[in-house]
């Protein structure tokens, strides 16, 4: 069983005002909660400063470490490495609801706890690269291969059976 958070929760009734920090270690079941196939594991470290007084608190996230997602070009893993810090600003209200403002966090006054799993989630989500590769020559080289052997014949046939084909010689 592996030793990290599930959740990243702080207390904060009779939380004093003033500066606290806290530390967290998440893990593959924390992502296997919100459903997220796309990491396969992880090993992630989350620092969380909140500076609280009566009225809001400031927040500050810093996340690093390293998730293991696969290679959009060969398909093995590929370890990609995560360096994150966030600020956000709870308020607190007398009624929750949504802010129109991504980096401030409504709370309703009374709440035993500040959650941040989603918070986390996004920001180590919104981190990753949108292409995923490995460096040029680290991909596996057996499936490189096969990619070249598939192109190279799918370009062939797609100008002998194109219905455009005939439509080269136009402008000739």
């Known amino acids: 069983m592996e030793d990290r958070d599930l959740n990243v929760v702080i207390p904060i009734v009779g939380l004093s005002n003033g500066e606290h920090n806290y530390s967290f270690s998440i893990g ?37 470490g390293s998730v293991v997602v696969e290679c959009d070009r060969c398909l093995e893993d590929l370890s990609v490495e995560i360096d994150v810090e966030k600020n956000l600003t709870v308020r607190f209200v007398e009624e929750a609801q949504e802010s129109e403002d991504d980096q401030v966090m409504l709370m309703e006054r009374g709440e035993p706890e500040l959650n941040l799993d989603q918070v ?27 990619l070249n052997q598939v192109h190279n014949n799918s370009s062939s046939d797609e100008e002998n059976d194109s219905p455009f084909s005939a439509l080269k010689d136009l402008f000739k």
């Open 28 to 64: 593959n079941s924390f992502f296997e909660q919100f459903g997220n196939e796309e990491i396969k594991s992880s090993d992630i470290a989350v620092d969380v400063v909140i500076e609280k007084s009566s009225a809001w608190m400031g927040v500050t996230c810093s996340i690093y």
């Open 120 to 146: 986390v989630y996004d920001f180590v989500c919104l981190s990753l690269p949108l292409i995923r590769v490995h460096p040029d020559g680290e991909c596996n080289a057996g499936m490189i291969a096969k």
